[in-house]
């Protein structure tokens, strides 16, 4: 019996001699980060159109978006996010991405929120609010839209469309 | 401040207690890696208790289900002061992606509105998000609870010129 514990003795402590410490320090060293782990996203703001898709498929609603008077704000919240980077996926500006940031611990909520403030470009006729102003450019820039009609509400684009066709088909007005 | 010099009792070795509130167990695996010895959370003294009444620090997690409701209430009663919180994960932060279900509560911010309505104080909550947080993450808003290391996030508010 005694020979046996000792046996095992002595193959536990060649396993771990073998091995030796696995003890990561972690405060004060480096993390365990590996290449594909997915952190807290970050919005480029210099790219963001303003578009909402990264809105639209956040499953926690994470990322939120709220229409005020003269601003249209993208609201992150990361102490929702299951960073899962769909956002990053589906952006089509490419101005999310996935960051390798987890220490993330705070002991206020307000610290966790990312705001994101685009200017709401107004209708010429009407002044109604018609979208961001960033994403109006970047329409202009990849499409070859007339500039009469990208300042314009769907309504009062209609109207002006309407009453060009039917001069052009000879009516008086 | 009194909570400063009181938590330099508790800086020695901090006993903490899991309080699961409808998890998904995947943060509460997470919390068990964090004491493994690959890790190494007992390098600052931390100890699993089985008692609330014995715990310093609670490990939360989960959205608070509507049946674990009292339970909780009573748990956190129970906790001797200075009570510190540490929630952990997507969905004791703010309700993760049970944001907005009819069985849940929607995580620790709205649990806290209903202990300050029952009496319950609480000192000092440290938010750890992730889903599921990692034992890093863990460890770090654990010793941020502590005053060990400082707080890495802020509000961050960037304006599109246009």
Redesign the interface.
């Given at each position: 019996m005694q020979v046996d514990k000792i046996a095992k003795l002595t193959k536990i402590v060649t396993i771990g001699l073998k091995t030796g410490r696995?003890?990561?320090k972690?405060?004060f060293g480096a993390?365990?980060v590996t290449e594909s782990f997915r952190g807290?996203i970050s919005?480029d703001?210099?790219k963001?159109w303003?578009c909402g898709a990264c809105v639209l498929i956040c499953?926690?609603?994470?990322l939120s978006m709220k229409f005020e008077k003269d601003n249209i704000i993208i609201e992150y919240?990361?102490?929702?996010?299951?960073?899962c980077g769909m956002c990053a996926d589906v952006c089509p500006a490419n101005a999310i991405s996935v960051t390798k940031e987890?220490?993330?611990?705070?002991?206020d909520?307000?610290?966790?929120?990312?705001?994101?403030?685009?200017?709401t470009?107004k209708c010429s006729i009407c002044g109604k609010p018609i979208g961001?102003?960033?994403e109006l450019?970047s329409v202009i820039k990849s499409q070859p839209v007339s500039e009469e009609y990208i300042n314009l509400c769907s309504d009062c684009r209609k109207k002006l469309f309407a009453k060009a066709i039917s001069i052009r088909f000879g009516a008086s007005t | 401040m009194k909570l400063d010099e009181k938590l330099k009792n508790i800086r020695r070795s901090p006993w903490v207690f899991h309080l699961n509130s409808g998890s998904c167990n995947a943060c509460d695996i997470e919390i068990l890696d964090a004491l493994t010895?690959?890790?190494?959370a007992e390098?600052f003294g931390v100890k699993l208790v089985a008692s609330p009444r014995h715990a310093d620090v609670i490990l939360f997690t989960g959205p608070v289900t509507r049946e674990v409701l009292p339970k909780v209430i009573r748990t956190l009663n129970a906790v001797p002061r200075p009570r510190i919180v540490v929630a952990i994960g997507?969905c004791a932060?703010?309700?993760?992606?049970w944001?907005?279900t009819y069985s849940t509560i929607g995580g620790f911010?709205k649990l806290k509105e209903i202990l300050k309505e029952q009496g319950v104080e609480i000192d000092?909550?440290?938010?750890?998000?992730?889903?599921p947080a990692?034992p890093?993450?863990i460890?770090?808003?654990l010793?941020?609870a502590l005053g060990?290391?400082k707080?890495?996030?802020?509000?961050?508010?960037?304006?599109?010129?246009?």
């Open positions: 696995v003890t990561i972690y405060p993390p365990l807290a919005i703001n210099t963001c303003g499953p926690p609603n994470a919240f990361k102490g929702r996010c299951i960073f987890f220490e993330l611990a705070s002991t909520l307000e610290d966790l929120k990312e705001y994101v403030i685009h200017r470009s961001p102003t960033s450019r | 010895p690959y890790f190494d390098r997507s932060v703010g309700g993760g992606i944001w907005n911010p000092r909550v440290v938010y750890v998000p992730g889903c990692r890093e993450a460890i770090y808003g010793l941020l060990y290391v707080q890495k996030v802020s509000k961050v508010t960037k304006v599109v010129e246009s």
